[in-house]
């Protein structure tokens, strides 16, 4: 595999090429392919032919369940985009993954099997097939996060801002970003643009609130998506024997898993002594990157109930972490940990014959390891300054 993140991004796209001419032959294999070209960017395309039409989205006898707000459709209907033009729009979207892992690839020093692995799991697998808007959001955010590391910080925050009208869950990120600058004017029209985005979409996020967050925890039931509130979902067969209703058991029990696993996962850290000393960060590389791909994957995380190509954030966020602790120090351990269990979570999803349970709690140590380390990096980085 070439060294260059255009060469890798050329190799994946050209197997990505393959993979949809032989319609996705490991997709059909697992029983999980959609059955139609596309078919997550024609559905947004005929939202957009709705929208023309309708000058609405609420009518479901009209449009697609089009869950995000309009800002979107209003974008692509103002670039006169249309149905007939998914096959365009999809490759298109092929070659901005193919860049994407690319460019978080190329400097972690994974191995070219490990590389096929995370291309070729379930998620990222069934990103490409759908051509899914989240490439274009995962995209977003890592030029934002690579605006923001050149010291273009409003710039980056328009990025953001951009994502956020199109899909919520990029919000929590702008607000963040004023952490990165030092200028208290530039900071407070941060926030300000932040604010002013954040109330526009309000009303639609409340709007879409029960599609995108199902109470119940059935729609995706057994492991069909990842959350802090996925165990929910495993529940409903044990409700005879639940002392409360399903929907509050459910969330006592996620919040028990999950402090179970933050307090575990630095326990452990301690014990094996990962922690001490903390090794300098190579912000030359995707440091920057991985918290913002980190953010984003928390806010989906917490939000509800993600379907499982949404971990191309936390897959993006983990490799740009390793890309960013492969030089100083000696970390092998440490990278081969994360790489473990961020297989383990691509691989244990929906078609693994029962074993998602097994993805769920791997991502969950995955998760709490990462934010534990960009947390002790924090307060390092604030430690050093202040001596």
């Excluded at 249309?82 to 460019?103: C, D, E």
């Excluded at 970003?177 to 004017?185: D, E, M, R, W």
């Excluded at 933050?262 to 990157?289: A, C, Q």
């Amino acid at each position: 595999m070439p060294d260059h993140w255009w060469g890798v991004a050329t190799f994946t796209f050209g197997l990505f090429v393959i993979l949809d001419l032989t319609k996705w032959v490991p997709l059909r294999f697992w029983g999980a392919t959609s059955g139609e070209h596309f078919v997550d960017t024609k559905q947004i395309l005929n939202s957009v032919a709705c929208l023309e039409e309708n000058s609405s989205v609420q009518s479901s006898e009209l449009c697609s369940n089009y869950v995000y707000g309009k800002s979107l459709l209003k974008t692509l209907n103002w670039l006169h985009v249309n149905p007939s033009q998914t096959p365009f729009l999809g490759f298109l979207f092929l070659g901005l993954l193919a860049v994407v892992l690319g460019i978080v690839s190329v400097k972690s020093g994974v191995s070219h099997l490990i590389y096929l692995a995370i291309v070729l799991s379930p998620p990222v697998l069934l990103l490409a097939e759908r051509a899914n808007f989240d490439i274009l959001m995962v995209a977003l955010v890592i030029f934002a996060s690579l605006r923001s590391r050149q010291g273009r910080q409003f710039g980056s925050t328009l990025l953001l801002a951009i994502a956020s009208l199109y899909k919520f869950y990029t919000t929590p990120l702008m607000f963040m970003q004023a952490i990165y600058t030092k200028k208290a004017v530039i900071r407070s029209s941060i926030i300000g643009v932040s604010a002013v985005i954040t109330y526009l979409i309000s009303n639609e996020i409340l709007a879409s609130r029960k599609l995108m967050n199902p109470t119940s925890g059935v729609s995706y039931n057994n492991g069909e998506g990842f959350g802090f509130n996925i165990w929910a979902g495993y529940l409903p067969r044990f409700k005879k024997f639940l002392p409360s209703e399903i929907g509050l058991a459910g969330y006592l029990l996620s919040s028990a898993i999950l402090t179970f696993f933050v307090i575990g996962t630095f326990l452990y850290l301690r014990s094996k002594r990962v922690e001490s000393p903390i090794y300098p960060i190579n912000h030359d590389n995707l440091y920057r990157t991985f918290e913002y791909l980190l953010i984003v994957h928390l806010s989906c995380f917490f939000a509800g109930i993600s379907i499982d190509y949404r971990l191309i954030f936390i897959t993006t966020a983990t490799v740009s972490y390793i890309s960013s602790i492969s030089t100083p120090g000696n970390r092998t351990a440490e990278r081969n940990l994360l790489l473990g269990l961020l297989l383990v979570a691509l691989w244990c999803t929906y078609p693994s014959n029962g074993l998602q349970i097994i993805g769920d709690f791997s991502l969950m140590v995955l998760t709490s390891l990462l934010v534990i380390q960009a947390a002790r990096q924090r307060l390092f980085a604030r430690k050093q300054l202040n001596q």
